[in-house]
């Protein structure tokens, strides 16, 4: 039987207790005192959020491919049991082997969204690992970050020893030698980062300084140790379909939010919008093999008997051979009772020949991002979608039987009028009205629209990367505008309005372009007990207002600026192969409401031919 | 073709809840290259149902599911192959083939044996052998047995007496009464101390926990009842042979039980086991 950390009494007594028990189907069991390596694998988020990230499983799978490593996982324990955990003096432990975090060699932590920092001061905190770096010993694990934030780790830099910038695939096991080469030389943790420094990849923040001009803008950021690159070099995977990819995957014993095999089709994406950071830090666009598809979502489905597969990329549309891999899932799998999900899916006469097949139409919505409402908005994002190819898909889709519409929307864009917010409830209606173009007979019942917006929040390498964020005032304002445009509409009883908060999209953007004055900050927030901060029943904006003002750190000085061109950005010593001059550029276009063609149509010269992969060298091998 | 499959859950698998456990089948089947029959429909599920749902916490060497396999499914090497594919701490103890016709355990479910243990490192009053005895007996001998039956929605007060087939302290005499044997079970009893058998109604009419049965003896003996003492283990499940729909046979009913164990009920005899 297995040993559990925690007794029967307090597992008795949280919510969900199978959070903490571990012993999954796949999980990977061995002998922790029979490796060279304990890594800790982290997602700073509740078990049912961490358990459905595909990179934690790919990462998983990898490590614990070699021998001399045993890679486990911890997630953020919920609230019930932290306060537990804290009174009681238990130890942060790591699900496998139900053994203290602390005993590890690393502690690798995912950052997929800036709302998670404190989630990290609580797992370092509850594992009694010192939060800021310079506090570790030799007693403790490296703590090393990874993900989509650490293209900004500034903010954070000052709790963890390493950052990995890139696709996880390339150096973990060079970084692993290197370890091993360092414990067998008995030598300080110095000696360990510098080693790690030198790694492509790697980057070690203690091994540079910021500088600040008085305007608190960045002045320069120096490398302070000679072993350090000037640079960090992202890191891609060049060929994704000779590369680790689980055919194992765990399988959780409580539903969590990904309860479904994740097939990734494709990294990265063509299109170019302007507002999306993921389209940037992933390029060039790299397919996996179709074959390799089918012999993974095989295996994946046979070794967990999931009853569903999705396919998972940032526009499947532009995976070439979709309908081939769609129509091959239906055949080989639908008759065992395997569902098949289609997430990002361009509404086209295909798709909704597939999600005809693959869902009951008459329960199931149908998904439009259009971010924008007006055309004009719409080109200055680069959503290379026209407003007649929305109206077509809506009205092919209501022809097939659907009636439910969700539309996607940002608010706060760069250059927004007050025209381009009241194009959203236009365009909403539009739809509905659509939907009675159609004979009465062919309606199935009212039509349905759903209408959201998130606020758009500035991100770090993408051509907005300059520009200013909304207010929150002005969020409120607008909000209202627009609740009060959809109410004027034709149609305004079947359209239903949802906006996002605001006060956690403003915190969102000071951590994404924030630099490293923000540490502290984050630090006193936790003090004060902010946790899950990404729920907003847990979220606490007075904390964090509080903390700002002892810090005597300025929200807006963050926010409402617009950057100059030559501004030194904290993020500028990584290079994503995307350049800053082509971003400037994208910015300089988007303000002039110009459009910028696909990958696959133009090569628009962003800088990423540099790694010679994917979209880059389509069509050019021999 | 119906079959009906046992298993026990032990260890760490006593904290996933029974809506849990269900969906652990599902896809252990499908791990298992098991084909159910499934439900029609464009979410179409497998056809399977619980004999009756383990509270979390508590461990058992007798669940009954009730599954409904595709025609020509083999059914020789089935236990061993679901077994391949599942968790040490569930697993699948048999299975019995059903007649066509047959009843689902969920409604022909009519009692429950427990064995109540006390968990290591924990104290009871029950631990004491004569002590225990003199509990047990004084039980017996009440007219009735009041105890507070709370549910989600509302707390009642009920007289369990009648529903309390055997309470014993030994295991031979509960075997020599319930007439089955139970072989060794998956419940550790070299850390665990078993202190009490219980049989008792259980089913969609009357259900009694056994937890309401050491309430109950602690309050008549004036000891604090702590529910984290006791790791309740559930030893089988029985189907009431001469219940009629909707009727329950306690020990004041003029018919006696004639319980079955759930494995054996509606068992297809022209199919071996």
Known sequence: MRKLALSDEILLSVEKPARYIGGEINMIAKDPSEVAIRFCMCFPDVYEIGMSHLGIQILYDMLNLRKDIYCERVYSPWVDLDKIMREQGIPLFALESQQPVKNFDFLGITLQYEMCYTNILQVLDLSGIPLRSENRTLEDPFVIGGGPCAYNPEPIADFFDLFYIGEGETVYFELMDAYKEWKSLGADRISFLKMAAQIPGIYVPQFYKAEYYEDGTLAAFKKTVAETPERVQKQVERDMSDTFYPAKPLVPYIKVTQDRVVLEIQRGCIRGCRFCQAGMLYRPIRPRDLEFLKKRAEQMLHSTGHDEITLSSLSSSDYKELPELVYWLIDEFQGKGVNIALPSLRIDAFALDVMSKVQDVRKSSLTFAPEAGSQRMRDVINKGLTEESILKGAHDAFTGGWNRVKLYFMMGLPGEEWEDIEAIAVLSDQIAREYYTLPKEERNGKVNIVTSTSIFVPKPFTPFQWSPMISKEEAEEKRYFLLDKVKSQRNAKSIKYNCHDADVSELEGIFARGDRKLCDVILQAYRSGCIYDAWSEHFSYSKWEQAFSDHNVDMDFYLKRERREDELFPWDFIDIGVTKQFLFAEYQRAKEGQTTPNCRAECAGCGAMKFQCGVCVEGKEA | MKARIKFSKTGSMRFIGHLDVMRYFQKAFRRADIALSYSQGFSPHQLMSFASPLGIGLSSDAEYLDIVLEDGEPIDDFVLRLNAVMNEEIR?????????????????????????????????????????????????????????????????????????????????????????SYGSLALDLSKYIPVLYLQLTAGSMVNIKPELVIEALSIQEGEKYDWLSYQIHRMEMYADLDAKKGEVHTLSSAVPCKLIPLSEYGKDDCIGR
Do not use: H, W
């Open chain 2, 92 to 180: 699948v103890k048999g299975m019995t083939v059903l007649k066509e016709d047959s009843k689902t355990s969920m409604a022909v479910l009519a009692a429950c044996d427990y064995l109540i243990t006390v968990k290591p490192g924990q104290q009871s009053f029950l631990m004491d052998r004569a002590r225990r005895r003199e509990a047990v007996e004084r039980l017996l001998s009440r007219n009735t047995v009041d105890i507070c039956k709370k549910t989600k929605r509302s707390e009642k007060i009920v007289d369990i007496k009648d529903n309390i087939y055997r309470i014993a302290d030994e295991r031979q005499e509960f075997e020599d009464f319930t007439g089955v």
